[in-house]
């Protein structure tokens, strides 16, 4: 079946450093592609999405590319704050059902 | 709006119980899902449902049972519980939105589960 994968966390940066967090997924034609981030004790929420290819998604400082050629959809932010400490799921999906990435557990120190 | 709620937020199980978390959204969604999360496994789909009085399984539907008799509602019934199914349990809902048809999947804000 198709599947994300994430880079392995916990990832830990100082404020307004630069992230990446490299996510790529298996399914074939054009999926939908999303991010969602989880702080703690809460459910998810959505960051960011792109449905087609060369599309950007962007949302608080985070952006991600869709792209088809490398099956990619990293996210990045160019000076990452405290709050932004989370846990971040990539995911892919059609109409019915969305397969997640392990998440990433991101820490901001100050 | 509340969104999508979940009944209740913590519950601790003795091996062999039972019991019902109970989801509910108010926005009118067709598509509602339950998952669990586990340290290092992300989110896995239990049960979903595609509309009032549809089921259907997801990748770990073992030991859990679903319901959906009103469409803003959806039940995730454990018959037996185990201590594997100790664990963060997820309820979503979602709809088509847009020309492209893409689906966003609205969470609640989890349930506590621990079987010992």
């Known amino acids: 079946g198709d599947s994300v994968t994430q880079m392995e966390g916990p990832v830990t940066l100082s404020e307004e450093a630069f992230l990446t967090i490299n996510c790529t997924y298996t399914?074939?034609?054009?999926?939908?592609l999303f991010w969602y981030v989880q702080y703690p004790g809460e459910g998810l929420q959505l960051l960011l999405k792109?449905?087609?290819?060369?599309d950007k998604g962007s949302n608080k400082g985070f952006e991600a590319t869709y792209r088809k050629e490398t099956t990619s959809f990293h996210l990045e932010k160019g000076s990452v704050q405290v709050s932004d400490s989370a846990v971040y799921f990539c995911a892919e999906g059609g109409a019915q059902k969305l397969v997640f990435g392990q998440g990433t557990r991101l820490t901001i120190n100050p | 709006n509340a969104g999508v709620t979940q009944t209740p937020k913590f519950r601790v199980l003795k091996t062999g119980q039972s019991m019902t978390l109970l989801c509910a959204q108010d926005m009118n969604h067709e598509y509602m899902y339950w998952y669990r999360q586990d340290p290092g496994m992300g989110l896995r789909l239990i049960h979903y449902?595609?509309?009032?009085?549809?089921?259907a399984k997801g990748e770990v539907p073992d030991g859990y049972n679903v319901s959906r008799l009103k469409k803003q509602n959806f039940l995730l019934g454990l018959e037996s519980a185990a201590p594997s199914q100790t664990s963060v349990y997820f309820c979503a809902s979602s709809t088509r939105r847009g020309p492209v048809g893409i689906y966003e999947q609205y969470f609640g804000p989890g349930t506590r589960l621990t079987v010992t």
């Open positions: 399914a074939t034609g054009y999926p939908s």
């Open positions: 792109a449905t087609k290819a060369d």
């Open positions: 449902s595609v509309g009032e009085g549809t089921t």
